[in-house]
């Protein structure tokens, strides 16, 4: 059997077919309570392959639907069936509709801002998996075996999902999908953006030469390149010796809102001077830009400053072909990369900004 495996990916999500995929039966035919998923065979093997999933999930793997189906009578088996392990909770993304699949996929990697060649699709259809197969070839899309008790095993033998966790945030990435999607259904019952932006309640703790979070951060310098003023990859022994040095501060930061927790997503370094600081690089996860917390955690830096009498802060910035929202953000704030110490907050009214644990 042809797997159409591509050996040298690691893959982020998963996306899946629902019926005879998730659960043995057709969903529109057979009913909530003629599906097969329960406690034997052969609704058990699809209890397993369920679990197997969720492992993943847990691991940070995020999980997607994209299923022919009727909405109403797709979505009560994921709130309601009292089998189901993967509850509507657990993915980030949906398109249960009568659309084309290639449609949905693409859909489905713009909501979720990720590329289509970080996607597994997953259907027990060979008619779907070809047409996928070809029209979206940077999409992997092995073949689902025929008989749901081997669904498990062959999960666990892809080569895309070989994680090794170091950090919470690698854990909670299949979470962070999620409560974004949750997010993104609240905004739509707001007249204004800078309403929805009040109801999220959002913090931002901001941490002075604090290495507890030492991998996330060597992690970030690494992985971010959106808004990454100057890309440059540290190692944890790099980030430790810039925060025992006294010529330097490591500012990073943690945020959460009503939904939940982001995690550590920024990370500054800056060397001091007497009169004057140099932010050498400045750095944040994309997936929380646009809500003020990059003003924020600008604003920690400054307030920073303030206190020790420096009269300004100069950034290096480095434009390469993807870091064009760092360059907005330093072309909005900064004046030729030079920003007055002395002048008013920049973070916006919305966000609750802690230093240190303090408010």
């Given at each position: 059997?042809?797997?159409?495996?591509s050996?040298?990916?690691?893959k982020?999500?998963?996306?899946?077919?629902?019926?005879?995929?998730?659960?043995?039966g057709?969903?529109?035919?057979?009913?909530?309570e003629?599906?097969?998923?329960?406690?034997?065979?052969?609704?058990?093997?699809?209890?397993?392959?369920?679990?197997?999933?969720?492992?993943?999930?847990?691991?940070?793997?995020?999980?997607?639907?994209?299923?022919k189906?009727?909405?109403?009578?797709?979505?009560?088996v994921?709130r309601?069936?009292?089998?189901?392990?993967?509850?509507e909770?657990?993915?980030?993304?949906?398109?249960?509709?009568?659309d084309?699949k290639?449609?949905?996929?693409?859909?489905l990697?713009?909501?979720?801002?990720?590329?289509?060649?970080?996607?597994?699709?997953?259907?027990?259809?060979?008619?779907?998996?070809?047409?996928?197969?070809?029209?979206?070839?940077?999409?992997?899309?092995?073949?689902?075996?025929d008989?749901?008790?081997?669904?498990?095993?062959?999960?666990h033998?892809?080569?895309?999902?070989?994680?090794?966790v170091?950090?919470?945030?690698?854990?909670?990435?299949?979470?962070?999908?999620?409560?974004?999607?949750?997010?993104?259904?609240q905004?739509?019952?707001?007249?204004?953006?800078?309403?929805?932006?009040k109801?999220?309640k959002?913090?931002?703790?901001?941490f002075?030469?604090?290495t507890?979070?030492?991998?996330r951060?060597a992690?970030l310098t690494?992985?971010?390149?959106?808004?990454?003023?100057?890309?440059?990859?540290?190692?944890?022994?790099?980030i430790?010796q810039?925060?025992?040095?006294?010529?330097?501060?490591?500012?990073?930061a943690?945020?959460?809102?009503?939904?939940?927790?982001h995690g550590?997503?920024?990370?500054?370094?800056?060397s001091?001077g007497?009169?004057?600081?140099?932010?050498?690089?400045?750095?944040?996860?994309?997936?929380?830009?646009?809500?003020?917390?990059?003003?924020?955690?600008?604003e920690?830096?400054?307030s920073?400053?303030?206190?020790?009498?420096?009269?300004r802060?100069?950034?290096?910035f480095?434009?390469?072909?993807?870091?064009?929202?760092?360059?907005?953000?330093?072309?909005?704030?900064?004046?030729?990369?030079?920003?007055?110490?002395?002048?008013?907050?920049?973070a916006?009214?919305?966000?609750?900004?802690?230093?240190?644990?303090?408010?």
């Amino acid at each position: 059997m042809s797997t159409y495996i591509s050996p040298n990916s690691v893959k982020k999500c998963i996306v899946l077919d629902l019926d005879n995929t998730l659960w043995g039966g057709i969903i529109g035919e057979d009913g909530l309570e003629g599906i097969k998923l329960g406690l034997t065979p052969p609704g058990s093997y699809f209890l397993a392959f369920q679990q197997a999933l969720l492992d993943l999930y847990n691991q940070g793997v995020i999980l997607a639907i994209n299923s022919k189906n009727n909405f109403n009578d797709a979505i009560a088996v994921l709130r309601t069936h009292p089998n189901m392990i993967l509850k509507e909770h657990y993915f980030a993304a949906m398109r249960i509709n009568w659309d084309d699949k290639v449609k949905n996929l693409r859909e489905l990697a713009k909501e979720l801002n990720i590329g289509l060649d970080s996607m597994v699709f997953l259907d027990d259809d060979p008619t779907n998996r070809l047409l996928i197969r070809t029209v979206l070839t940077e999409v992997e899309t092995p073949d689902l075996p025929d008989n749901p008790d081997k669904f498990v095993k062959f999960l666990h033998s892809l080569p895309y999902f070989k994680i090794a966790v170091t950090t919470d945030e690698d854990k909670m990435r299949g979470s962070f999908y999620v409560t974004e999607r949750l997010r993104k259904e609240q905004e739509k019952k707001f007249a204004s953006p800078e309403d929805f932006l009040k109801s999220l309640k959002t913090e931002v703790h901001c941490f002075l030469d604090d290495t507890s979070c030492i991998s996330r951060l060597a992690q970030l310098t690494a992985k971010t390149n959106q808004f990454n003023t100057n890309k440059r990859s540290m190692s944890e022994d790099e980030i430790r010796q810039y925060a025992a040095d006294p010529k330097y501060t490591v500012f990073h930061a943690e945020a959460g809102d009503c939904f939940g927790n982001h995690g550590v997503i920024a990370f500054a370094l800056v060397s001091k001077g007497e009169k004057k600081w140099v932010i050498e690089s400045l750095l944040m996860s994309c997936r929380v830009l646009g809500r003020g917390i990059e003003e924020a955690f600008l604003e920690s830096i400054r307030s920073t400053a303030a206190r020790q009498e420096v009269e300004r802060l100069d950034v290096m910035f480095k434009p390469t072909d993807k870091n064009k929202p760092a360059g907005d953000f330093i072309e909005k704030y900064f004046n030729e990369y030079t920003f007055p110490v002395s002048q008013k907050s920049c973070a916006p009214g919305w966000i609750r900004l802690r230093l240190n644990g303090e408010a």
